[in-house]
């Protein structure tokens, strides 16, 4: 989904955000200051990650229980995502989601820093995470 106007994109949710991406867009229009590029790696992680103040979350039994504002969608997600979520709510580097995947799964840090890396794209690219220091993130309330 991309915005004619400004360099906003980001990918559509299947479970978040595809039956509302009306709503979507109107969000977006009520806050141009918030219009990047979701899409880009140019803006992913280079001054750190913060959680939107449109998304909601908790720890459901080791998933990640998601909520965005935006359009009122709700979901689970993997322990990855959890570790991802957790990393970043903290204010901590995603070596900390790294580490615990690793410790989680068994296996080294090098095997599980591609999967923490992919995940956290892949929430950043939905809309999910954002650039630090974008807007006063805060931390999010849960669900």
Same mark, same amino acid.
């Given at each position: 989904?991309?915005?004619?106007?400004?360099?906003?994109? /980001?990918?559509?949710? +299947?479970?978040?955000? +595809?039956?509302?991406?009306?709503?979507?867009?109107?969000?977006?229009?009520?806050?141009?200051? /918030?219009?990047?590029?979701?899409?880009?790696?140019?803006?992913?992680?280079?001054?750190?990650?913060?959680?939107?103040?449109?998304?909601?979350?908790?720890?459901?039994?080791?998933?990640?229980?998601?909520?965005? +504002?935006?359009?009122?969608?709700?979901?689970?997600?993997?322990? +990855?995502?959890?570790?991802?979520? /957790?990393?970043?709510?903290?204010?901590?580097?995603?070596?900390?989601?790294?580490?615990?995947?690793?410790?989680?799964?068994?296996?080294?840090?090098? *095997?599980? /820093?591609?999967?923490?890396?992919?995940?956290?794209?892949?929430?950043?690219? *939905?809309?999910?995470?954002?650039?630090?220091?974008?807007?006063?993130?805060?931390?999010?309330?849960?669900?």
């Amino acid at each position: 989904m991309a915005c004619g106007d400004c360099r906003w994109t /980001q990918v559509v949710d +299947e479970e978040l955000h +595809e039956d509302a991406t009306n709503r979507l867009l109107d969000w977006h229009v009520a806050h141009p200051d /918030q219009g990047f590029d979701h899409l880009s790696d140019r803006d992913f992680g280079t001054g750190g990650l913060a959680i939107p103040p449109y998304v909601r979350w908790t720890d459901n039994h080791g998933m990640l229980a998601i909520g965005d +504002e935006r359009t009122g969608g709700r979901s689970r997600f993997n322990h +990855e995502c959890l570790a991802v979520v /957790q990393a970043v709510a903290a204010g901590a580097p995603l070596d900390d989601a790294v580490a615990a995947n690793a410790n989680r799964l068994g296996i080294s840090r090098r *095997k599980a /820093q591609g999967d923490i890396v992919a995940v956290a794209f892949s929430l950043f690219r *939905k809309g999910l995470l954002w650039p630090a220091g974008v807007v006063s993130a805060g931390s999010s309330p849960v669900l």
